[in-house]
Nanobody, 115 residues
Framework: QVQLVESGGGSVQVGGSLRLSCTASRYINRFKRMAWYRRAPGKERDLVADIDKDESANYVDSVKGRFTISRDNAKNTVNLQMDSLKPEDTAVYYC?????????WGLGTQVTVSS
């Protein structure tokens, strides 16, 4: 069973940056698309961005131009560079396959953006 461990979250002010990392216990190259999701307080978990093996990526409109997803199959990692952070980006961030979920969820990493 592949285990996912997210890291890199923290507390930043508006306009700040964070780089999230997701490390899988083994071979994410088995999965065509990997993705980052987030769950804001009181809301459901939503897709934020996903990336194909050929590194083509998709983003939800609210993060386009601010977030960049990347993957390193050799290192079994998926990263999310987050710039120009806004208070509405506050959430717990998770990685998994996308758009269908094939792996158990990790614990996520908390991102808090304050004004």
């Amino acid at each position: 069973q592949v285990q996912l461990v997210e890291s890199g979250g923290g507390s930043v002010q508006v306009g700040g940056s964070l780089r999230l990392s997701c490390t899988a216990s083994r071979y994410i190259n088995r999965f065509k698309r990997m993705a980052w999701y987030r769950r804001a307080p009181g809301k459901e978990r939503d897709l934020v961005a996903d990336i194909d093996k050929d590194e083509s990526a998709n983003y939800v409109d609210s993060v386009k131009g601010r977030f960049t997803i990347s993957r390193d199959n050799a290192k079994n990692t998926v990263n999310l560079q987050m710039d120009s952070l806004k208070p509405e980006d506050t959430a717990v961030y998770y990685c998994n396959t996308g758009p269908n979920i094939y792996l158990y969820w990790g614990l996520g990493t908390q991102v808090t953006v304050s004004s």
